[in-house]
Each structure stands twice: as C-alpha cells, then as structure tokens.
C-alpha cells in the first residue's frame, strides 16, 4: 500500500475506504454523506440573518447615544447564541 492513499472510515460498517470511492467497498453505504451533510449544516447556520439594531449617521446624537449600549448587549447575546449554535453542531454527530 503506498504511503499517500486517503482513506475515509465509513459510518455504516466502520471499514476504511479509499476516499477517492464513494460508495464504500464494504457495504456500498455513500461514505461521503457525513461529511456533505455537515457542509450542509454548516451553510445553513452561516445563512442565518442577525438584525442589528444599526446606529444612523441621520439619528439624533441622543438616539446614537441610546443605542449604542443596547448594540453592545444585542451583539453580547448573538455571540453566545452563536456559541451555542456552534456547539450543537460540533456535537450532533
Ligand atoms: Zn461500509
């Protein structure tokens, strides 16, 4: 076996597989599956649309003032959401 080959461990069997296959040699289970679905996972949570409550440069200095704290905390709470987001899916497999 030459030392270059990329193997990839199927999730029906567990057996390894060339990588360049796709259907796996043991059971015929499409080994590249997981790896499409999590892609698929991954582009759906980056699609997710935040609204930022966004300061105007048209607002009043005093409405400016005002919103510049609540950004602060809206941007805190989506960081943590994010995080969470993140980790049910770093997990979920
Ligand atoms: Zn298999």
Not at 15 to 25: H, L, P, Q, R, V
Not at 40 to 66: G, M, S
Not at 69 to 79: C, D, S, T
Request: glycine share 4%; proline share 4%; charged share 20%.
């Amino acid at each position: 076996m030459s030392a270059g080959i990329h193997v990839k461990k199927c999730q029906a069997c567990g057996s390894y597989t060339d990588a360049k296959i796709e259907n796996c040699t043991h059971c015929g289970h499409p080994i590249h599956e997981a790896r499409r679905n999590e892609l698929k996972k991954r582009r759906a949570v980056e699609d997710i649309h935040i609204p930022i409550w966004r300061i105007n440069n048209e607002d009043p200095i005093w409405l400016q003032i005002l919103k510049r704290p609540v950004q602060l905390v809206q941007l805190m709470l989506y960081g943590i959401v994010a995080f969470f987001i993140y980790l049910a899916t770093a997990f979920a497999h």
